[in-house]
């Protein structure tokens, strides 16, 4: 295991946002929270240093993993932990990515994650990946977004990705908006107003069309052969 270490920040009550990065690397978030009888860990990062041990400094609750997608920075620390749970049209994207029999649960859209005190709604949202999920908790007002709604890139370059159904996901999530306020993303800054979503569909319509004039991406990105498409505070790595 590599000496990477974990930056954690307290976003409500009950709630961490834990932080992985690394020289060289891009840096990407997972979320722990805790509700009274257990704990929903959103994502795993790479998993490149002790991530369960972090998780155990902030709970001693059983804790349920949840994967907002299969892409390989949000689901190599899936070994560190028991069975992921994610929608299974990322199933084949999940193996494919992890090279190795770790066990995965199927969530449907409109299951209902229970921790006790936090209830999560299942909110299928395909484009990103196929599989792509948000996570609603409607009392207190939040959506984890994962890769799909936030203002890091937005990565639609590769196999899996559809801008045609990404914006169409991010319609569903805007007829929703009067359920949530705030946007917990996978990368990028850890709460972002819901009116972020304007701002992406209006991106990736505007990407579709031709409208946008694209730019040279980051040199780490540099050999997918896609350019970044900046609209307002969103940017997408598009081909």
Not at 95 to 109: F, Q
Not at 156 to 168: E, L, Q
Not at 196 to 225: H, M, Q, T, W
């Amino acid at each position: 295991m590599d000496d990477i270490t974990y930056d954690v920040k307290q976003l409500d009550e009950s709630c961490w946002q834990i932080t992985e990065g690394a020289a060289g690397t891009i840096n990407v978030c997972c979320f722990l929270v805790v509700g009274k009888e257990k704990a929903m860990l959103v994502d795993s990062c790479f998993g490149r240093g002790d991530l369960r041990g972090t998780v155990e400094k902030l709970t001693s609750l059983p804790v349920t993993l949840v994967n907002t997608h299969a892409d390989g920075d949000h689901v190599l620390g899936n070994k560190l932990f028991g069975p992921a749970h994610m929608h299974p049209s990322d199933f084949d994207r999940y193996y494919d990515t992890v090279k190795y029999a770790a066990p995965v649960v199927s969530l449907w859209e409109g299951d209902v994650i229970d921790l006790g005190g936090r209830r999560f709604e299942v909110v299928l949202i395909p484009g990103h990946t196929p599989g792509s999920i948000a996570l609603l908790d409607e009392e207190n007002r939040v959506i984890f977004g994962g890769d799909s709604v936030q203002n890091g890139l937005v990565f639609m370059t590769g196999p899996g990705r559809n801008i045609a159904g990404y914006i169409d996901s991010l319609g569903k999530l805007i007829g929703m908006r009067s359920r949530f306020d705030k946007v917990f993303g996978g990368h990028g800054d850890a709460i972002v107003d819901s009116a972020i979503l304007d701002e992406l569909i209006a991106c990736a319509e505007k990407v579709r069309s031709g409208e946008l004039k694209g730019e040279a991406p980051p040199a780490a990105f540099a050999e997918l052969g896609a350019e970044v498409y900046s609209f307002g505070k969103v940017k997408l790595l598009y081909s």
